[in-house]
């Protein structure tokens, strides 16, 4: 069975239009999956609606076989899915430390918080020698590592990461990659949204091409990579930009 599924769902913001125009997607266990596709495309609406922060207008969003659509965000997040949004919502006025405090507000013994907080200075050894920093202080890349260290503390089975290379040098972008492979290699199904296609697709096994709020193609990344009909036809400039450049050295 799909650790998650969208079943086509429509959703939108308050009283506006429809945004996803009856989305239906699968997302294994243990994959790993990317979501790309041109700005308004409705990408991070995708994800806020499988986070609960918006309510499904119509279709059914599944966990497990079991409906979530509408679920409060914090039991969608108990249920093991779990959010980094684009902005990473970090709280800039506290400490490095008391931000992965606040991620781990779902499980009452302290102790296990602190030995999660532990495990994620042995991952992120920058973040423990910044503990007692205030976020809002620390580098773009650094705030990402924080971002998803504080996800991790609720210990999901799912990720959902939007943009994580946003606003970040590309050798910093590199260092999120690692930690997103990582991420993959301790079993967590990923789903990702990534403006950066090429580091995305790379980055996944498995791609959503969305437009206009609709699904138009589904495929695994490295064909989309691979095959140039497809780049040609539903990606963006970007990558058609890549293989000019790749034919130029040619
Ligand atoms: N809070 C909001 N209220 C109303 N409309 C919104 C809101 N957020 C997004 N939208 C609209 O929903 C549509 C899809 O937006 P969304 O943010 O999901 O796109 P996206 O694919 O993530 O784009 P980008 O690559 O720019 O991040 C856009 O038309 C946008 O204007
Ligand atoms: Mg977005």
New binding site residues.
């Given amino acids: 069975m799909a650790l998650l599924e969208l079943q086509e769902v429509t959703s939108?913001?308050?009283f506006?239009p429809d945004?996803?125009q009856s989305v239906s997607l699968t997302v294994d266990e243990g994959r790993a999956y990317c979501?790309i596709?041109?700005?308004?495309?409705?990408?991070?609406?995708?994800?806020?609606t499988v986070a609960g922060l918006l309510r499904p207008r119509e279709g059914q969003v599944l966990l497990d076989g079991t409906s979530i659509g509408g679920l409060r965000p914090d039991l969608v997040l108990a249920a093991g899915i779990c959010y980094v949004p684009?902005d990473r919502s970090l709280f800039p006025d506290m400490t490095v430390k008391e931000n992965l405090v606040m991620g781990g507000f779902l499980q009452p013994d302290r102790k296990v918080v602190s030995e999660r907080i532990e495990q994620i200075f042995d991952m992120f050894p920058i973040l423990r020698s910044r503990a007692g920093q205030h976020a809002g202080t620390m580098s773009g890349g650094e705030q990402q590592m924080l971002a998803l260290g504080r996800a991790l503390m609720t210990q999901p089975r799912m990720m959902m990461i939007?943009?994580p290379s946003l606003g970040l040098a590309p050798q910093v972008a590199d260092q999120i990659f690692e930690t997103i492979a990582s991420l993959r290699q301790m079993g967590i199904t990923l789903l990702l949204?990534e403006?950066n296609v090429l580091r995305g697709l790379e980055a996944t096994q498995d791609a959503f091409l969305?437009d206009l709020?609709t699904l138009r193609l589904e495929a695994p990344s490295d064909r989309i990579l691979d095959d140039p009909r497809i780049r040609e036809l539903y990606l963006g400039r970007q990558l058609q930009r890549g293989t000019e450049a790749e034919t130029r050295e040619n």
């Fill in positions: 939108g913001y308050a506006g945004i996803l979501i596709g041109p700005n308004g495309a409705g990408k991070s609406t995708v994800l806020k684009q939007d943009e949204v403006q969305l709020g």
